[in-house]
């Protein structure tokens, strides 16, 4: 399943050229009339070149034919260089329709080159593969959302056969994996996430619900364990597991509110257990939800009182 309409990665050569002083107007100027093209001014005796070109390679290669790249020798072509004002190198122009539209000197980490030919991309009105991998998450999060979490997972899978580092794409598969009361699977795909995304916001989420569902599976009856509660306010322990118990309900807010109060009648019970529980819900859920803006709110005044 290719999630980018079906389109294969175009041939290197079709997307990365070498160029030169007599080949500039037809490989730069001409093509950039119809896409953008990325030209990388380096030299043999460049160290950082070396490092650069290869990762400039790549971000054009992962485009998919959204951009080009031309790479000149500026040992071999100074009077472009010259033109340009190329002081230095690696100095990397982008070009797009005759004109030069975006710059920089120097080598840069993969991360800041694909945000620069994502950048270059957008400028010139396109829409880059990583822009079209968020709409497919947006879109299995939905499904998911719906409850459709087989084709969720499916959706999440493609995605990743893109891109094997798109963090969000492996939280929802991993999400997904959940929703299906598959925990086994679930936490072993968490497991194998690349080191590269494994602290990522997205993972670290769905470690949090992961650790929820599992939680869940052994909950006790809320009836039962409310009326220990009222029975005895200072059961801490039955308190806590009320929280476990509605939230396995999908009674958030109530369970929040009951680990709140535990904290607030003995914060270090269990060694700090009710504030360990709060932040794994908090961090189960959207940064901007509710729930999470008062439950923080909430906690924060009982710790700075």
């Known amino acids: 399943m290719d999630i980018l309409n079906g389109a294969g990665a175009a041939p290197a050569g079709d997307l990365i050229k070498d160029g030169s002083e007599a080949t500039f107007m037809a490989d730069v ?84 080159i694909k945000a620069f030919v994502d950048k270059v991309i957008a400028a010139a009105g396109g829409e880059s593969p990583s822009g079209q991998l968020d709409e497919a998450v947006e879109a299995a999060d939905e499904m998911l959302a719906q409850g459709a979490a087989v084709d969720a997972a499916q959706t999440f899978a493609a995605i990743l056969g893109e891109d094997p580092n798109h963090a969000a794409a492996y939280g929802g598969l991993v999400r997904s994996h959940i929703a299906l009361d598959d925990l086994d699977q679930a936490e072993a795909i968490l497991n194998g996430a690349p080191a590269e995304i494994s602290t990522s916001t997205e993972l670290e989420a769905a470690f949090a619900q992961l650790e929820l569902a599992k939680q869940a599976a052994d909950a006790g009856p809320v009836g039962e364990l409310q009326a220990a509660v009222e029975a005895n306010p200072d059961d801490h322990q039955a308190r806590f ?23 607030r009648r003995d914060r270090e019970w269990n060694d700090g257990a009710a504030k360990a529980q709060l932040f794994t819900i908090f961090d189960a859920l959207k940064p901007n939800d509710p729930v999470v803006l008062n439950g923080r709110r909430k906690l924060s005044s009982m710790i700075f009182a």
């Open 29 to 112: 100027v001409e093509t950039s009339q119809q896409v953008p093209v990325i030209v990388d001014f380096w030299a043999p005796w460049c160290g950082p070149c070396k490092t650069l070109g290869p990762l400039l390679e790549d971000a054009v290669m992962a485009a998919r034919g959204a951009v080009k790249m031309v790479k000149i020798n500026v040992d071999e072509a100074q009077m472009i260089a010259s033109q340009l004002r190329v002081q230095t190198v690696p100095t990397v122009f982008a070009f797009y329709q005759g004109q030069p539209i975006d710059a920089f000197q120097g080598a840069l980490p993969a991360s800041e």
């Open 241 to 263: 597991d009320l929280a476990l118990a509605l939230h396995a309900g999908g009674q958030v807010q109530e369970a929040v509110d009951q680990l709140l109060d535990l904290f």
